[in-house]
């Protein structure tokens, strides 16, 4: 099946710092998403991407859909405490049907 | 609208026995699907449905079955559960196939 490679695994950091995790995939996607997930919590829409070169933000986070159809990026600028969470990048090919193709995550963890 | 619900929030099974993970929605939404979640594996689609009476299987379907007798709702089932099958399992919906996926809190299963 297909596969997404989600880095960083982890990212350890200062509070107020910018933040950066990057999808990539060996195979075309029509839509890119990026969710967010508390402990103990289901997974929640951050962005969501449907075309390729799309840059959209929302507050101090912006993500981008590449040109080539098969990465996507998450910046979360000025982090704060609550920023704390696994980030996942999942994305959809064809007509949907099969669901979504999630990354492994990126746990990221804020040092105050 | 409460969105995706799902029942149980927390069950522990002992190898053999069966048991049906609820899951509902209020939104109208046509697709559903059911996801394991597995430490370092991401998010893995067990089902899907993509409207009243249509199911078929994603990545992961061994040892689970669905059915969709009704728009709001999306039962899955073990019938004979085991170690294997510790996870923690999300249900989510969507208005249409390309649409976004909005996740349920999760049930947290425990096989023994």
């Known amino acids: 099946g297909q596969q997404l490679n989600q880095s960083p695994q982890s990212m350890f950091i200062q509070e107020g710092e910018d933040v950066s995790m990057n999808c990539t995939s060996s195979?075309?996607?029509?839509?890119w998403l990026w969710y967010k997930q508390d402990p103990g919590e289901g997974p929640v829409l951050l962005i969501a991407?449907?075309?390729?070169?799309e840059l959209t933000s929302n507050g101090r986070l912006t993500a981008q859909f590449g040109i080539t159809r098969k990465d996507s990026f998450l910046n979360i600028s000025a982090s704060i405490p609550s920023d704390v969470g696994i980030y996942f990048c999942?994305?959809?090919?064809?007509?949907?049907?099969?669901?979504?193709?999630f990354g492994k995550g990126t746990h990221l963890i804020i040092q105050p | 609208n409460a969105g995706v619900t799902q029942t149980p929030k927390f069950q522990v099974l002992k190898t053999g026995q069966s048991m049906t993970l609820q899951c509902a929605q209020d939104?109208?939404?046509?697709?559903m699907s059911w996801y394991r979640q597995d430490p370092g594996m991401g998010l893995r689609l067990i089902h899907y449905?993509?409207?009243?009476?249509?199911?078929d299987q994603g990545e992961v379907p061994n040892g689970y079955n669905v059915s969709r007798s009704t728009t709001e709702d999306f039962p899955l089932r073990l019938l004979s559960a085991a170690p294997s099958q510790t996870s923690v399992y999300f249900c989510?919906?969507?208005?249409?196939?390309?649409?976004?996926?909005?996740f349920g809190p999760g049930t947290r299963l425990t096989v023994t």
């Open positions: 989510a919906s969507s208005y249409g196939l390309a649409g976004v996926q909005y």
């Open positions: 195979s075309i996607f029509n839509t």
């Open positions: 991407l449907y075309k390729a070169g």
């Open positions: 999942a994305g959809r090919s064809g007509g949907g049907a099969d669901g979504l193709t």
């Open positions: 939104m109208n939404h046509e697709y």
């Open positions: 449905s993509v409207g009243a009476g249509i199911t």
